[in-house]
């Protein structure tokens, strides 16, 4: 069965360092996601991504923060200068959107450790 | 409260009783969808029901959904010890693209 991976799985590094948690979204999927859970807190949606573009950004999401699709498997997400509370699991999802009404496939999750 | 507030926070019940969470959100949605996550784990979908729609069975599941009420619940039938996990629910709505998650039920299958 089709599934979203993500790499790596636990990422530990130090405060202002820039680290990039990289997913691999389901081959046909069109449409990328990262949340953010942090520990003991419920997932909090980050951005979407449709068509090569940011289809919508939460206000977590701030200049800190990016995403792209270098290639085309490959969806990543960057943060220029980690913060110590940016310490969370992070999870990519993708969805094929339109008549699945939104369902949206998670990958296991990175856990980023700011030290 | 925020979007998507599930209650119980926690629930503990034995092999084979029946399992009910609630969900209780605050805006027009498009669709309800619940997650399960096992610790440490990503989220799997478990059902979706949209916002037409009232009721919805998948397996030993059963959803249901009271716009009126902005609420939904979810319910396990004869529970396993393998159910154990965190079960949250989730909005779409409003052109929105992202998924609006509430803190979730903790579910403990005693065997």
């Known amino acids: 069965e089709p599934e979203v991976t993500q790499t790596p799985s636990h990422q530990v590094t130090q405060m202002g360092q820039e680290v990039i948690l990289r997913c691999v979204p389901i081959?046909?999927?069109?449409?990328f996601y990262w949340y953010r859970q942090i520990l003991g807190q419920k997932v909090e949606f980050l951005v979407s991504f449709y068509n090569n573009e940011i289809s919508e950004k939460s206000e977590i999401f701030d200049d800190q923060f990016s995403v792209e699709r270098p290639d085309g498997s490959n969806f990543t997400l960057k943060i220029r200068s980690t913060k110590l509370e940016d310490s969370a699991m992070y999870f990519c999802?993708?969805?094929?959107?339109?008549?699945?009404?939104?369902?949206?496939?998670f990958g296991a999750g990175t856990r980023l450790s700011v030290l | 409260s925020q979007q998507g507030e599930e209650d119980p926070q926690a629930l503990s019940i034995q092999e084979g009783e029946n399992a009910t969470m609630n969900c209780s959100y605050k805006?027009?949605?498009?669709?309800l969808q619940w997650y399960r996550q096992n610790s440490g784990r990503g989220l799997v979908h478990l059902i979706l029901i949209r916002s037409n729609e009232r009721e919805k069975h998948s397996g030993r599941l059963r959803v249901t959904l009271d716009t009126s009420k902005k609420s939904s619940s979810l319910l396990i039938t004869a529970s396993r010890a393998a159910d154990t996990a965190s079960y949250f629910c989730?909005?779409?709505?409003?052109?929105?693209?992202?998924?609006?998650f509430g803190k979730g039920t903790h579910l403990i299958i005693q065997p």
């Open positions: 081959s046909n999927h069109l449409y």
């Open positions: 999802a993708s969805s094929d959107g339109g008549g699945s009404g939104n369902i949206q496939y």
């Open positions: 805006t027009s949605i498009n669709n």
């Open positions: 989730a909005t779409v709505g409003g052109g929105a693209d992202g998924l609006t």
